[in-house]
């Protein structure tokens, strides 16, 4: 029986099977209007209701196929979960039995999947923007739905624009109508859970880089993001090599605004990403081998519900490096590994070593997954996997029970007990008794020289004039050596402001493009006190909303010196800035609501 603690959904007695949504974007209301039409199914006997998750959404009315209305009601929101949408079945269902139900409604400007984006808002200034983020269960404030992992289906719709619209779907035509609007049509033929569904309109051009992939993006940022992004053809090979044959038709990539709030979103046929990707030398192009690693699992293999979420995010992570090992060697996938085990345990010690939420399977009953989201899932999952390979015959026994298991799970929803179940079913013999907790051992060659140049920096703090720095030191090395180098100096006691000034000068840190070691440059810096970086700071936060980034910027400087104010009115000056998502998160990290 299918468990999720975050829907309010009957999920043990009806499945949905498909969903065609006919949808009329309205850019001037900020609303979505139409219909959903749900089939579903009993797998149970004597239902007699259907209940949809909703939050913020007006329902119209509630018919059959045949225009037979029925009676429901939208019962009184819960604080997380929204409002249950009790729609009365005509006649009680008995298991197996099949009907469809269509529910005319409209989404709200409170609606918190969407962000509906001003023309001053995007790159060509000229036309709106609207998209979503539906993870983690924000697809029923854009559709009452079985807003549940546990639940897969396909979907089809009929988006009606003035401007160019893309799903997490196959296009499947496109009519002109007279109002100068166009009607776009889509299908997802396979089984996906609703966190899946996705959509985005805008001044959208789009360019072939790769046999099944078009980049698609404002036409300002079009030629930039295809060469990028030019290695994902490898990317998807590689995968399938390690897996089974991608089986999605087309992998598409959509370079959204600034404002969108993750780094990517695997939605299916169509990832979408955050333009801070576009470093101009491919550096920071894991984040694509990361969603084409979800294309198996999340997507094929997906979570039961977000208790669950590291058999996501945990196998893509391992997959990701495993791409990211094949392509461009072992030193490189284990040194993302060291990068990843850094972000543990900021994550850890952010919640505190002992929050409920450090969990590998938290219990989420009452709790906003949003609240939750951190790098542990990813990382913790991540070290299980790496140790269980190493410690149960490397890559050679391993790389087939990894495809094993997609072959096993493909079309389905598990949880952790299953998955547990079909790895001892795999390779009992080779268990042995429990051990204790370890910590992974990653080969170190890429981060030796990161940990050298710290050390150099941290013994010379007390150095009047330090010497023996140049801008040769971080000549040759990677983005993510730089990275890595400025989140151990982060790590020590603060550096005094003439060595930031230093460092600064030798290393030009402050002008440099690449979002990631701008990132840490800003918290070593805001960590120091170091107030000439607080307007690159303010800069930075207010004009990028992945809140990987915002996040932690805004934090910081809210604990600096002299930052607390600045780091609020930075915020609310710019509200309207973030996606919806983002704009909640923050205002709780700044103790602006609760
Ligand atoms: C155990 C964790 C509990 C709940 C988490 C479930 C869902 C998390 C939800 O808040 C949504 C997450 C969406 C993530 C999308 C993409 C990320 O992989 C991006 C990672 C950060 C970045 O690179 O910007
Ligand atoms: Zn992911």
Not at 293 to 320: K, R
Request: glycine fraction near 6%; proline fraction near 5%; aromatic fraction near 10%.
């Amino acid at each position: 029986m299918p468990y999720d603690p975050t829907s309010q959904s009957n999920l043990d007695e009806v499945k949905t099977n498909h969903i065609h949504l006919d949808l009329t974007v309205d850019f001037d209301a900020k609303t979505l209007a139409g219909s959903a039409e749900l089939e579903v199914e009993a797998i149970a006997d004597q239902v007699t209701k259907l209940i949809l998750d909703t939050s913020y959404i007006v329902v119209r009315s509630v018919s059959t196929a045949v225009g037979e209305a029925l009676s429901f009601n939208v019962e009184q929101r819960h604080e997380k979960y929204g409002s249950a949408l009790v729609i009365h079945l005509p006649t009680a269902l008995f298991m197996g039995e099949k009907t469809k139900i269509i529910v005319a409604y409209a989404t709200t400007q409170d609606c918190t999947a969407c962000q509906w984006l001003e023309p001053s808002q995007t790159v060509g200034k000229k036309h709106p923007y609207l998209f979503t983020q539906c993870q983690a269960i924000h697809a029923r404030s854009l559709l009452p739905c079985q807003d549940s992992p546990s639940v897969k289906l396909t979907y089809s719709a009929n988006i009606t624009t003035p401007l160019r619209a893309v799903m997490s779907a196959v296009p499947s035509g496109e009519t002109k109508n007279q109002n100068e609007t166009t009607t776009f049509k889509f299908e997802q033929r396979q089984r996906i859970p609703s966190y899946l569904i996705a959509l985005a309109v805008g001044n959208l051009e789009g360019r072939e880089i790769g046999p099944r992939s078009t980049v698609w993006t404002e036409p300002e940022v079009l030629e930039s993001a295809a060469w990028e992004f030019v290695d994902t053809e490898d990317f998807i090979r590689t995968g399938e090599a390690l897996l089974t044959p991608y089986d999605w038709g087309r992998y598409d990539l959509l370079v959204l605004p600034a404002s969108f709030p993750y780094g990517g979103m695997e939605n299916p046929c169509l990832t979408f990403v955050t333009p801070s990707l576009l470093a101009g030398d491919r550096s920071l192009v894991d984040v694509v081998a990361h969603e084409i690693a979800h294309s198996w699992m999340g997507n094929l293999v997906t979570t039961e519900n977000w208790e669950h979420f590291w058999l996501n995010e945990g196998f893509t992570v391992f997959i990701e490096r495993k791409i990211i090992g094949r392509m461009r060697g072992k030193e490189h996938s284990e040194f993302s590994a060291i990068l990843g085990h850094n972000a543990l345990q900021e994550s850890v010690s952010l919640f505190g070593k002992e929050h409920r939420f450090t969990a590998l399977c938290p219990c989420l009953r009452g709790e906003d997954p949003d609240d939750a989201f951190s790098k542990v899932p990813y990382e913790k999952g991540f070290n299980l996997l790496y140790y269980l390979e190493k410690h149960l015959g490397g890559p050679n026994v391993f790389e087939p029970y990894l495809r094993a298991h997609v072959q096993q799970f493909a079309g389905r929803s598990i949880n952790t007990k299953e998955w547990k179940a079909f790895l001892y079913s795999f390779m009992e013999e080779k268990f042995g008794k429990e051990k204790p907790p370890v910590d992974n051992k990653f080969d170190d060659t890429l981060a030796k020289a990161c940990n050298h140049l710290c050390k150099k920096w941290s013994d010379s703090r007390h150095e009047q004039h330090p010497s023996g720095f140049a801008s040769t030191d971080i000549e040759e090395f990677s983005s993510t050596q730089t990275v890595v180098f400025l989140e151990k100096m982060a790590e020590q006691e603060p550096l005094p402001h003439g060595h930031l000034d230093l460092m600064d000068q030798l290393y030009r840190l402050t002008t440099v493009r690449n979002s990631e070691i701008r990132l840490r440059w800003h918290l070593l810096c805001l960590k120091a006190d170091y107030e000439k970086i607080y307007p690159e700071v303010v800069a930075f936060a207010s004009s990028m909303g992945r809140m990987k980034m915002a996040r932690p910027l805004l934090r910081t400087l809210y604990k600096a010196k002299n930052g607390a104010e600045l780091a609020r009115q930075t915020f609310l000056t710019h509200k309207s800035f973030y996606h919806p998502i983002a704009a909640a998160m923050i205002a709780k990290d700044l103790g602006l609501a609760k």
